[in-house]
């Protein structure tokens, strides 16, 4: 199986079909993908101006899509790195167990649904490195009462999500599913709070 890398080549191979590097670009996706496999080509065809279904895109389109998937998983990766080796150094000490959000991170290693989008068509503006820059900053600072990407607090529980985990606080403006360890006790209890509202107002 092809790591990101040929994929990648494959992708800027100017002697291969179109088709045949459109469908490249996407299994980059099955090894990093932030948001989701679906989500994440969204996301990609929204900023390089490709139909999603196109076959035959534009070959500088898909450069430029390729090229910024690149840079958010250079990003990703030495933030990895930065992890591997922090907690080498802490078990080293006797710090065997490993924090709340570092217990999600090892669910997300490699760079697969990082923040996963219920919505393949809702998901954060803006470049995906940036993006993962505001995330890795709120993995650093500690938990917060908003969503760690968009900054809203408009965040619903949800019980039905279809990967891990199952059940957690979905961001109603960005649309990602917001890791449980980067919100306070409070913002999750709000959280939940209005979940059992809407719940019982809705059969009454």
Known sequence: MAGFRALAREVRNPHRHITARRTSLR??????????????????????????EDREPEPLR???????????????LAYEADFAARRREEKHIGIRRPSAVDDWHLHTW???D??????????????????????????????????PVCGQERLAWREDLDRYPSAGPVCGDCG?????????????????RARCESSRYATV
Request: glycine share 8%.
């Open 27 to 52: 299994k980059c996706l099955e090894r990093f993908a932030p948001y989701g496999h679906r989500a994440t080509w969204h996301h990609l065809c929204t900023r390089t101006g490709i139909v999603p």
């Open 62 to 76: 898909l450069i430029t899509a390729l090229e910024e998937l690149e840079e958010a998983r250079t990003l990703w």
């Open 110 to 112: 490699g760079g697969c």
């Open 114 to 147: 990082i923040m996963p989008c219920e919505s393949p068509s809702t998901h954060p503006e803006g470049p995906l490195p940036d993006v993962l820059r505001r995330l890795i900053s709120a993995m650093q600072s500690g938990p917060g009462s908003s969503c």
């Open 176 to 192: 990602i599913a917001v890791p449980v360890p980067l919100l306070t006790t409070e913002a999750l209890s709000a959280t939940r």
